[in-house]
Nanobody
Framework: QVHLVSSGGGSVQPGGSLSLFCAASGNIGGGYELGWYRQVRENERELVATITTSGAANYSDSVKGRFAISRDGAKNTVYLQMNRLKPEDTAVYYC???????????WGQGIRVTVSS
């Protein structure tokens, strides 16, 4: 079993910055991908950014250049810095861990991000 604890988010005006933090604990194993998705429609979550244990980062085109993901491998944590936020970034964000061996995935609790003037 793996447990994810998320924090951060909040409300900000367009152009502002917010950050998200997620810590994973439990039976994680040696290799995984940790990152963030956001709920854009009911039952649909889209990729925001992920990072693997080797440090390979992946971003959606909509956030590339504005968001930055980083990790602390020793602590199994991931940090998402969100800059130049836009109203369309408004969503509930979910931390996700995808474990490579054996294959498994877990979700953290949702964190609301609101970008509005």
């Amino acid at each position: 079993q793996v447990h994810l604890v998320s924090s951060g988010g909040g409300s900000v005006q367009p152009g502002g910055s917010l950050s998200l933090f997620c810590a994973a604990s439990g039976n994680i194993g040696g290799g995984y991908e940790l990152g963030w998705y956001r709920q854009v429609r009911e039952n649909e979550r889209e990729l925001v950014a992920t990072i693997t244990t080797s440090g390979a980062a992946n971003y959606s085109d909509s956030v590339k250049g504005r968001f930055a993901i980083s990790r602390d491998g020793a602590k199994n944590t991931v940090y998402l810095q969100m800059n130049r936020l836009k109203p369309e970034d408004t969503a509930v964000y979910y931390c996700n861990i995808r474990i490579f061996v054996p294959p498994d995935a877990y979700w953290g609790q949702g964190i609301r991000v609101t970008v509005s003037s």
